[in-house]
T-cell receptor, first 112, second 117 residues
């Protein structure tokens, strides 16, 4: 089974609203990464948070990490139509830092 | 700088045929990965490599073989294709290795869409 599971599977919000996606994982991690995938394209890296960090910001993105609950959240503030995409978390296990495993993803739709 | 290049982009196979997907990266990355993505799902790791001449199994390795004879290339082979292998295949790489100063985040290719009839 996949290391990361995202919630919700799909999210539809109005432009300008904030979007929150959650990721849960099973084993201890070295770091957790979020990626974005536009329809039919490859994935693009958004942000990385290390296991000793609790929160990280990048532009309109805010990522939190709770290692005690083995969960992370990605917040996109002031959403735009161009944010419509699928978002995936990827975990880098502490035991095998080269084996990068993805979650099932959240499909985000921004309504104009 | 092309990044990660996958060939072919599209391929249709009949059940039982064999084929090889080629991934090439020009960033001198140590680690390379092959993932598959099925409709509405995330990426599942097939095989990966942490250096030239080394490969390791991922989450779903059965039915696939890989080779990393050159650092810049990572080949994914299907010896006897099955309809269950119809998918979009993504190759990715990270700097990896000792002394790597780059953030170990994945750079992806554009994907190879494979249909097995």
């Amino acid at each position: 089974s996949q290391q990361g599971e995202e919630d919700p599977q799909a999210l539809s919000i109005q432009e300008g609203e904030n979007a929150t996606m959650n990721c849960s994982y099973k084993t201890s991690i070295n770091n957790l990464q979020w990626y974005r995938q536009n329809s039919g394209r490859g994935l693009v890296h958004l942000i990385l948070i290390r296991s000793n960090e609790r929160e990280k910001h990048s532009g309109r993105l805010r990522v939190t990490l709770d290692t005690s609950k083995k969960s992370s959240s990605l917040l996109i503030t002031a959403s735009r139509a161009a944010d419509t995409a699928s978002y995936f978390c990827a975990t880098v296990p502490y035991s095998s830092a080269s084996k990068i495993i993805f979650g099932s993803g959240t499909r985000l739709s921004i309504r104009p | 700088n092309a990044g990660v290049t996958q060939t072919p982009k599209f391929r249709v196979l009949k059940t039982g045929q064999s084929m090889t997907l080629l991934c090439a990266q020009d960033m001198n990355h140590e680690y390379m990965y092959w993932y598959r993505q099925d409709p509405g799902m995330g990426l599942r790791l097939i095989h990966y490599s942490v250096g030239e001449g080394t490969t390791a199994k991922g989450e779903v390795p059965d039915g696939y073989n890989v080779s990393r004879l050159k650092k810049q290339n990572f080949l994914l082979g299907l010896e006897s294709a099955a309809p269950s292998q119809t998918s979009v295949y993504f190759c990715a790489s990270i700097p990896g290795g000792r002394g790597s100063t780059g953030a170990n985040v994945l750079t992806f290719g554009a994907g190879s869409r494979l249909t097995v009839l």
